[in-house]
Structures are given as structure tokens and as C-alpha cells.
């Protein structure tokens, strides 16, 4: 299994208080040592950082904790590989182009019996993980759905894949991370939750390592940043846990589809 | 105009000598200050090392001049805008998926009248640079001529490819790379050179900043390592001069298909 960790905000936001707990996890106070990797979004243009080194002693993961890169979209995610060798072809976040937009995933579970399922034609994995290649068909899906030109109205794509997505957790564990950069999208097989912090903020404390930070000095009052997490991240806050089957869209912090 | 840096090498081999070079060209040696990008292939995998600052001043920068990444083939830019404002998405390289293979380039030089010409279907631009917009055009007629399957024999996409860069250079200055992950592939409308470098390996020095290496040290006698620059980086070492409408493929170092 692995660990997922995203955010959405209205305004760039850095993601070093949360990256520094989860990064513990890959090496330190969870077995996720298979490599680790981050997506950032700054306007339309992202950037992934990643490595098949553990997180929690890794140059490029120590460059993140200490670097603060604001972003107003953040997939993350900590690898323990179960399908698929440990490189870095085989290292999520995934990135592919459509309609003009990078969309990026990241998906924690393992499935099985997919290879079948997952005959592609328009995107075609790179590596040899479940969860790419889930990806690809999503994707490959959402074209031979919607075409090659992007919806004006982009609800019904994220309900169709999230009819995907169901398909997909017949064939095991399937939590699911995915923005196009403007939405930000999770689906929950058995373990994720969130926190939207907002005004008035206050302090709040990691669990996975002895870090406690202030939200009220480093916010404005109308700052609205949701954090996804598989597991929470913190212990002095009130986490909401999703159940098997639920979906969330985020736009700018805020909720705006689920079911 | 920006400056291109690129790496072809049958071993996985570091290109932080050369970085150092071309990043002091952002900033410090040239006018380069509008972003910088490095994408660097670990087998099938890649990963994309970007900035929006100036790489004379980056973070990311210092973090890849002091952590050898090591790699089979490297493409590397910095930026000095005309077409496109400065921003994430406007900085190369660009990377779209094609055929399970991880596709890179990056482009020197500036374009005119090309909004017709780069109508796009199946890869469309996130940015609004005419360098994304060609390499999306390249990348669509590509598709065009053979399929969502890829090819068993490369050397007519190449050859394909090559003759779609003459019909950019009519367009303005075009030195391109591009890789697929296996291949390099360099195009030259004005600016464009490269070594060769094997045993017997000496010492180089270079012209932007006080670094000398001896590559003796660094190397085993049968590294093969290609070095492509828009100008040469060393100055005690015999750079080849490619002439406009020259190409050339490099693959594992050596070279394997030219004009």
C-alpha cells in the first residue's frame, strides 16, 4: 500500500508542513520506501518532482521540505510497491495532456485481473504499475466519451470518471487522486480523508514527527486550503473520512460535486 | 533567443559538469532569466526538473549542480522569453506520451505566422509559446502519418520528423532537440553544436565559469558521452559546428542516422 496526500487552495499555498509528515512515512514511521513523488501547479503549468529513493532520505524530498513552492494544487503520493518494479518509470504522480491541461494522478490499492480491462489506444503506460495503467484508461475513456475537444461544462467528465473509478474498485483497491489543474478529484476504496482549515485558523500538530506550525501567521483570513490525506496528519484536528464509494470534487479549497 | 543543452551516453552519466555551465548563461555569462528546465531519462522513466526563476538564482538549479542525477540522455533549456509570458507553463522542455514512451523537447529560436500551421487534435498546447505549439503540431502529424501504434523500425519517424522541422525553419529559427527516451535527435537552423567524447578522456575546462574536470577520473574506457550545445561550453576541447538543415540521431552516444 501506499500513501496519498493532495491539496486544493484558493490562493498558492506551500505544502512543506504536510509533505514533512507524509515524507516520514516513506522510510521513518511507515514501510513506504519505494520512491515517492509531488506535483505542483502554479497557473496552467505544473511541475513533478520524484525519486525511487525512499522520501525520508532523499535530496530531492529534503529540497521540498525546505523550499517552499506555492501552488494552488498539490498530488503526492509515497510508494511501498506491490505491482511493478521499483524505477522511476514506475513512480506516481502520472502525467498526461488533455484539452490543453496536464492532468495528473496518483492512486493507492492494488488491483487485479486488470490487464484485460486495461487495452488502451490514445494514452498507453509508460511503465508496468495497475495504477498507470488504470490511468491510461481512464483517460482513453474520457476521449472516445467526450472527444478531442474539451466540454464547456466539465461535471459531467468527473461524473463519468468516477463511473469509471467504480469499475476499477471491482478489481480491488483503487483510492484515487486526479486533477486536469483547475479540479481536483478524489476517490475513496476504503481509506482517505480530508480538512478544509479556514478562518479563524489555528495551530495544528503532525503526527508522524514532532513539527507543530500556526496557520494563523501563515494565512490570510480568506485563505480556504483542503488537505487529502490517506491517513490524517495531524492529531489535533477533526479529519473527515471518506467511505468506500465516495467521491469529492475541490475547486479552490471548496467542495463543489460529490456523491 | 534561449540557450539548449542535451545528452546522449551508453552509461548512465551525470551532466553536472556541463549544467554548471549553461546555468551560469542564466543569469551571470548571458541574458537567459526567464526560466530554465533539465529533464533527465532513468531507462523508460523521466523526470523534469523546472523553474520560472532565473537558474543563475535558483534553488532547483543549486539543487542539480550539487546532486548528480545520473542518465542516459538529458535535454536541457534556458530561457530568454520573446513568444509567451514567463511562467511554468511556458518553460521547456515539454514532455507528451506517445507510443508508451515519454517524449522531450525543447526548442531555441522564434517563430512567426504559425497559428494556422499548429492547429492541433490529438496534443494541444497548455501554455502559449509557438515552441509547445510546434512541438504539439510535430507530434500530431507524427500521429497522423503512423497511427496510435508505434512503428517497429524509428528511422522514418525521424526522417518524418526531420522534414516537418524544415517546414517550421521556413517559419524563423528553429534548433530543436527531441527525445523519445531512447533517441536524440538534434535539428539545426542556426545554432547548434556537439562532442563526442570516449577513452582516451582528458581534462575540460569551461569557458563560463573556473570548473575543470578530468573526465579520466569520472569515466570507464568504454564511456561513449554525446554533449549538444547551442554554443560550445569548454574551450580546450573540438566542438562540431552543425550547419542549418543538419540533423542528426544519437543513440547510447554514437551517432546513428544524420543529413
Known amino acids: ?26 522510510g521513518v514511521t511507515g514501510p513506504h520506501v519505494d520512491g515517492w513523488g509531488i506535483t505542483f501547479y502554479e497557473g496552467k503549468g505544473s511541475r513533478t518532482f520524484k525519486d525511487s529513493k525512499p522520501s525520508s532520505d532523499s535530496h530531492v524530498a529534503h529540497l521540498i521540505k525546505s523550499y517552499p513552492i506555492k501552488s494552488e494544487i498539490v498530488v503526492s503520493h509515497i510508494r511501498q510497491a506491490n505491482r511493478g518494479e521499483v524505477c522511476l518509470e514506475n513512480t506516481h504522480p502520472f502525467t498526461r495532456e488533455l484539452w490543453g491541461r496536464y492532468w495528473t494522478y496518483a492512486h493507492n490499492g492494488q488491483l487485479s485481473d486488470y490487464e484485460t480491462l486495461f487495452n488502451t489506444k490514445h494514452f498507453q503506460a509508460v511503465g508496468d504499475t495497475d495504477s498507470e495503467m488504470a490511468f491510461c484508461w481512464i483517460m482513453d475513456r474520457v476521449v472516445e466519451q467526450f472527444g478531442l475537444q474539451q466540454p464547456q461544462d466539465m461535471k459531467p467528465v468527473f461524473t463519468f470518471i468516477a463511473s469509471l473509478a467504480d469499475k476499477i474498485k471491482q478489481l480491488g483497491v483503487f ?15 476504503n481509506n482517505l480523508c480530508h480538512i478544509t482549515r479556514r478562518a479563524p485558523f489555528g495551530k495544528a500538530k503532525l503526527i508522524d514527527t514532532d513539527v507543530v506550525i500556526d496557520f494563523q501567521k501563515e494565512t490570510t483570513p480568506d485563505d480556504v486550503v483542503t488537505v487529502i490525506a490517506t491517513r490524517p496528519l495531524t492529531n489535533n484536528e477533526q479529519w473527515h473520512v471518506l467511505a468506500p464509494g465516495d467521491w469529492k470534487i475541490f475547486r479552490k479549497g471548496e467542495l463543489i460535486l460529490s456523491r
Not at 8 to 24: K, M, Q, R
Not at 175 to 189: A, E, F, Q
Request: glycine letters at 8%; a negative charge.
Open 1 to 26: 500500500m501506499c500513501e496519498l496526500l493532495a491539496m486544493s487552495a484558493n490562493v498558492p499555498t506551500d505544502i512543506v508542513f504536510s509533505f514533512t509528515g507524509l515524507a516520514e512515512r516513506g
Open 175 to 189: 483510492n484515487m487522486l486526479l486533477t486536469d489543474g483547475v479540479d481536483l478529484m478524489i476517490y475513496c476504496s
